[in-house]
């Protein structure tokens, strides 16, 4: 059962008119209409006396019209009492993440805030550069966690979303030691087995730029996706090479469980950036970015 169907019954006893109330509630007649039937067959009963016009409910219609009224209403106090509730607790910290950082970077960054600052609430959004970025252009979050690179910059204008360095990390290509890895960088004839990350990724283009730098490579690409931690999976399971910040494979690489391939050359340092509005911050969010700003590597702190 559809709550839209009990708000589309009750306009229809308030109106008693089909085409009154489809255009109340936004939408065609005809599509009202099926909804209101949706509705009868839902509970099993005509509520509406279709045989006479204008409209007329049924006994079981004007029966059912007060359990309708009855359960819109009771929604709306729960609905209106969490949101108060809602409002009475502390603020929440919002935070927009790439998938990787929040699961590698962000719980420990954090807990070295809450040392500072206490504990917090945050909610945390995670997703690819592309809606990270929107998410903080249009005010959806306080801050944005990304990796950063000289080679590969984020398009926010610095006077209107500056940024502080808090962290760095290091992205390297791996493999399991169970397959033969002295092939890379491959041959025409015999090509690396390629794990790649989705093409609207930020470590996608980092990828780009260090394939650019040494063209000498034959990768088949084998498996695509978006994120490091499906990645290292595959790569854990033995089904090619992949590229991974050293903060997501640090157990890995001191168990053994993967090997680094390539060596310098074909790696490339990460920074890791907080990003926020110029605009006014609230307190809470004011006293993080000092205290990130305070702590930053490019401080000193």
Not at 1 to 7: A, G, H, S, Y
Not at 16 to 25: K, Q
Not at 94 to 112: D, G, K, N, Q, V
Not at 210 to 225: D, K
Request: proline share 6%; hydrophobic share 40%.
């Amino acid at each position: 059962m559809d709550l839209k169907w009990l708000e589309d019954f009750v306009s229809l006893a308030n109106t008693g008119s089909f085409s009154r109330s489809a255009a109340e509630r936004n939408v065609t007649q005809p599509a009202f209409s099926r909804r209101i039937r949706a509705l009868e067959v839902w509970l099993g009963a005509e509520l509406i006396d279709r045989s006479t016009y204008p409209t007329v409910m049924t006994t079981a219609g004007r029966s059912f019209r007060a359990t309708a009224e009855e359960v819109l209403t009771l929604l709306d106090q729960q609905r209106d009492e969490f949101r108060l509730e809602r409002a009475r607790t502390r603020p929440a910290l919002r935070f927009a993440a790439l998938s990787t950082i929040s699961l590698t970077f962000f719980p420990r960054w954090l807990r070295e805030v809450e040392n500072h600052l206490g504990a917090l609430t945050t909610r945390l959004f995670t997703g690819d550069i592309h809606d990270c970025v929107e998410a903080l252009n249009e005010g959806h979050c306080d801050f944005l966690l990304s990796f950063a690179h000289q080679a590969v910059p984020i398009m926010l204008d610095p006077t209107l979303f500056p940024s502080v360095l808090v962290g760095r990390d290091r992205l390297i290509p791996v493999a399991s030691p169970f397959i033969d890895n002295s092939v890379f960088p491959g041959t025409k004839e015999h090509p690396v087995r390629f794990l790649a990350y989705s093409a609207n990724t930020y470590l996608c283009r980092i990828i780009e730029h260090i394939l650019t730098r040494n063209p000498s490579h034959h990768l088949e690409n084998c498996y695509e996706n978006s994120m490091a931690e499906a990645i290292k999976a595959m790569v854990l399971e033995g089904h090619g090479l992949a590229w991974l910040p050293i903060s997501a494979i640090t157990q890995e690489l001191e168990r053994g469980k993967v090997v680094p391939i390539g060596g310098p050359d074909w790696e490339s340092s990460l920074d890791i950036r907080l990003y926020r509005s110029a605009s006014r911050l609230p307190p809470l969010a004011a006293a993080t970015w000092e205290y990130a700003v305070s702590a930053s590597p490019e401080s000193g702190g």
